[in-house]
């Protein structure tokens, strides 16, 4: 388990994740969001104790829904001015920040193509083997992309060649609109299917200790040379696949998660062993609800970025002045 000091910090990031992620539902449906959320509420606990097992300079490569890598790397500023993609968003409005990637913070971008990250995580391990770098690189994704080939080629190279990488798989039981063992050929867990000589774990996603200990074991590993594991995070989204699908899901299955919502499993931890009490709970809650506040005020008044930003996707573009590209 994470010292005192740390389980304060990881619980903060909880009530970030949860509080941010509430008020981007009540932006979407009050005025509207240029980017599609796609939340991550209730399954909170992956993100955060993913994230928090890594160094600042390890890379991370998120999945669509891993919310945490963003808000845990990035200022609040960052990740709501990407939302609305407006001028002073990290990339001037050229992409949300679903697929935002960030080489300051060793945030590897990612695609609308499920899976394709896990290549690219790979070879982030590769660079760092050769270039002798003592990083680490974690690569979140979700049970539709096991279902894909990249799941397989990016496992076997890595244990080939014996990568630090570390899959974190964020098994919520469904992909997209499908149970996802409806259409995954094994009995029970999805790691099982993986195969290739590494080791695996499945672990109760909802419960960040947990997350955090079985990530931090994981991690320690690879940076001492043994190479990749498959973590299997077992865990449940409160929401539909993304804001435009209905929700489909049986109710009374939506609620029996609830009971093990992973903020309040957390809260409820740190209550009973005295290191907060209900006081540093609100203050926080409060704190956090402010800064996110403050953040969605300002990209709602940010300027949208010229026009001809959108003819620099790369930085070396030059533009001539009818606006076509020079080069």
Request: charged content about 30%.
């Amino acid at each position: 388990m994470a010292r005192d000091s740390e389980r304060e910090e990881v619980h903060e990031y909880l009530l970030l994740n949860r509080i941010f992620e509430e008020k981007v539902l009540e932006e979407y449906e009050d005025s509207g969001i240029p980017e599609l959320p796609h939340l991550s509420i209730g399954q909170e606990a992956v993100g955060v104790g993913g994230t928090f097992a890594f160094e600042a300079d390890d890379w991370l490569a998120p999945s669509l829904r891993t919310r945490a890598v963003m808000l845990m790397r990035l200022s609040l500023r960052d990740v709501v001015t990407g939302m609305y993609g407006t001028k002073s968003s990290p990339t001037e409005g050229r992409t949300t920040q679903h697929h935002l990637g960030s080489s300051e913070n060793h945030i590897l971008g990612t695609t609308g193509l499920i899976g394709s990250h896990l290549n690219v995580a790979v070879g982030a391990g590769l660079s760092a083997r050769q270039l002798d770098e003592d990083r680490v690189t974690g690569v979140f994704f979700g049970d539709g992309a096991a279902t894909r080939g990249e799941f397989h080629t990016a496992i076997n190279y890595a244990a080939v060649e014996d990568l630090p990488v570390v899959f974190i798989l964020e098994n919520n039981q469904w992909i997209e609109e499908t149970p996802a063992m409806d259409v995954i050929a094994v009995e029970e867990n999805i790691s099982e299917m993986a195969g290739h000589d590494i080791p695996k774990e499945v672990i109760d996603g909802q419960d960040v200790d947990v997350v955090l200990e079985s990530v931090s074991g994981a991690v320690e590993r690879a940076r001492s040379g043994e190479g990749p594991t498959l973590i299997e995070a077992k865990t449940y989204r409160y929401r539909p696949h993304a804001e435009v699908i209905p929700e489909r899901r049986d109710e009374k299955e939506i609620e029996e998660w609830k009971e093990r919502d992973p903020v309040h499993l957390h809260e409820e931890r740190i209550l009973d062993d005295g290191l907060v009490d209900e006081e540093w709970i609100e203050a926080k809650r409060a704190e956090i609800t402010e800064e996110v506040n403050s953040a969605f005020e300002f990209a709602k008044n940010d300027p949208m970025p010229a026009e001809d930003v959108m003819y620099q996707v790369y930085k070396d573009t030059e533009i001539d002045e009818n606006g076509g590209v020079v080069r």
